[in-house]
């Protein structure tokens, strides 16, 4: 299949295609341009069983609720995850009571922008991402990469399209929270904040997200990310991007080139000349010890 690139509307989403309204048409009249029939015609099938779920959109709900505390989520991340962002995973399988119980505290306050401040919207969001993230895993643990939980039609749903996330009443998944939710508050630095259990993702952080701390805490997930060189290598003359700088182009260039964005966190500052590659992401679990 083409890739048809974001401006038009179709995006490629960790290895997968996550689609929208105006995608699900895109996709199915780029297919149609191919010259296979056999290809065409499977494919539309395919299509034709997930047009509308995969097709849909956060509509939000009347909710009243008044902002969380993160501080259990907190507690559990300072126990299970090391400064290097290893989750013990076996851990939080022994912890999973108190899991469930910060999980249920999120279930019961869709926050809304009544009460909540925008600092502490996001917050929520993002641990609740990492949160939920973390659930999923020690529910199909063993695994070695989250790609092996493989849900749906092969090709067009993944992981992330797991709809197991309860917000009064609002069933979400992942990709809900992080692209109908998370990048619609245009903040770019939510992508070195969510991780999605993998080597290559930004280090999940051993605390919560808090409003009161939430800039110098972005801040310091956006330094912490490019100046690893395990997930970008920057030098004199090359620069060997992550791939959610390829994936998410657009969220890192409304304000400037990518170039410039990066370079407001990087010790070594990419010029202007300066040709770039992305590099391989590595979907490995992100276990401590390996999962040994």
């Not at 505290?105 to 009544?114: D, F, H, I, Q, S």
């Amino acid at each position: 299949m083409q890739y048809l690139p974001p401006f038009v509307c179709c995006q490629h989403m960790k290895g997968g295609f996550f689609l929208n309204h105006i995608t699900c048409l895109s996709v199915y009249v780029d297919i149609m341009k191919h010259n296979n029939l056999i290809y065409r015609t499977l494919i539309g099938m395919m299509l034709a069983v997930v047009l509308l779920p995969a097709c849909r959109t956060i509509d939000g709900i009347d909710s009243n609720s008044k902002p969380v505390s993160h501080e259990q989520w907190s507690a559990l991340l300072d126990k299970h995850v090391d400064d290097n962002g290893f989750v013990d995973y076996k851990g939080f399988i022994l912890d999973s009571t108190a899991l469930n119980d910060y999980l249920q505290l999120l279930e019961k306050g869709y926050p809304n922008e009544k009460n909540w401040t925008r600092e502490e919207i996001l917050a929520y969001w993002i641990n609740a991402y990492n949160a939920y993230t973390v659930q999923l895993i020690i529910r199909n643990y063993p695994i070695e990469s989250i790609k092996d939980i493989k849900p749906g039609v092969a090709f067009i749903n993944s992981v992330w399209d797991v709809q197991f996330i309860n917000i009064e009443g609002q069933e979400l998944d992942l990709n809900n929270i992080e692209h109908n939710i998370l990048r619609k508050m245009e903040e770019p630095r939510i992508h070195f904040a969510i991780n999605c259990a993998s080597y290559s993702c930004p280090k999940l952080r051993n605390s919560a997200y808090t409003a009161e701390n939430l800039n110098t805490q972005l801040d310091l997930a956006a330094r912490d990310f490019i100046n690893d060189p395990s997930r970008n290598n920057i030098k004199n003359g090359s620069a060997q991007l992550s791939s959610i700088f390829n994936w998410f182009t657009g969220d890192f260039t409304k304000n400037g080139s990518l170039k410039d964005f990066i370079n407001q966190y990087s010790n070594n500052k990419i010029a202007a000349d300066t040709p770039i590659e992305f590099m391989e992401y590595n979907w490995k679990l992100n276990e401590q010890n390996g999962g040994k």
